[in-house]
């Protein structure tokens, strides 16, 4: 393949610019914030679940709380039933009597049982209160870490994606005058070689595979054509000949 020196010159410039994309998008890939933003989501998500369950356990102790402190009303009223039956002197027969006085008995500690229960009930409630009005404020916290890092990677990424776009327009402007045979096959080597597929000659070494050109080899070049476009015999990469070649 013939290409003019310029061209061939050109395609070292392209190259540069493809490096440049390539480094522009790992670093977008690796920026820090992606990494401190998985690991507060993760963080986020952990105490999320664990505050629902906080949540849900105070819903179901209200509940109980509240079934309980029915039962004491319950009972409470029978009681004053009882009593006010028995204060009133309607009740002449001493069976009836005792049994009445039995039951008011208890009544009273059956109130009093559930009663206990209704403090032991609220004690637990009030430490799952404590514990979700904890989670909540963890969760806020974590949440707005995770808001700053999102504004700082969103921040970085604008300025990246900026000179990305940049980027890909100067190379589209020099890519534009360089033959098309030449410019694919150097889009064709850049995929076989990890991303390289043109390198200067300097100094009688290639920029690609950094191996220097043995005798036979910068014979062949000196012998070659201005125009040849020629190829690493170790990496096979188009090889650029400038006047820092050495040949």
């Known amino acids: 393949m013939n290409a003019a020196p310029a061209d061939q010159i050109r395609l070292l410039d392209v190259q540069a ?94 109130q009093g049982d559930l009663e206990d229960v209704v403090l032991d009930v609220m004690e637990r409630r009030e430490s799952t209160q404590e ?10 916290a974590v949440q707005a870490k995770v808001d700053d890092a999102t504004a700082r990677r969103d921040t970085a990424l604008e300025s990246l994606n900026a000179e990305i776009a940049t980027v890909t327009k100067e190379r589209e402007t020099v890519s534009a005058v360089i033959p098309a045979d030449l410019l694919k096959l150097y889009e064709k080597l850049r995929v076989q070689q990890g991303g390289v597929g043109a390198a200067k000659l300097y100094q009688r070494r290639c920029e690609g595979c950094r191996l220097e050109l ?10 070659a054509s201005a125009d040849t476009v020629l190829r690493c015999e170790n990496c096979h990469r188009i090889l650029v000949r400038t006047a820092e070649s050495g040949v």
Request: proline share 2%.
């Open 17 to 110: 610019l493809d490096v440049r994309l390539s480094q522009l998008a790992h670093k977008s890939n690796t920026l820090p914030e992606h990494a401190e933003i998985d690991s507060l989501t993760k963080d986020l998500t952990q105490l999320r679940d664990l505050l629902v369950a906080a949540q849900t356990e105070e819903s179901d102790l209200a509940r109980e709380q509240t079934k309980a402190e029915q039962d004491v009303d319950q009972v409470r009223q029978r009681a004053v039933r009882d009593q006010q039956r028995l204060d009133s002197g309607a009740i002449n027969s001493p069976k009836d009597l005792e049994n009445l006085q039995r039951e008011i008995v208890s009544l009273a500690k059956r």
């Open 131 to 140: 514990r979700v009005n904890e989670l909540t404020e963890r969760v806020s």
């Open 214 to 223: 043995n005798i036979t080899e910068v014979n062949d070049v000196r012998a």
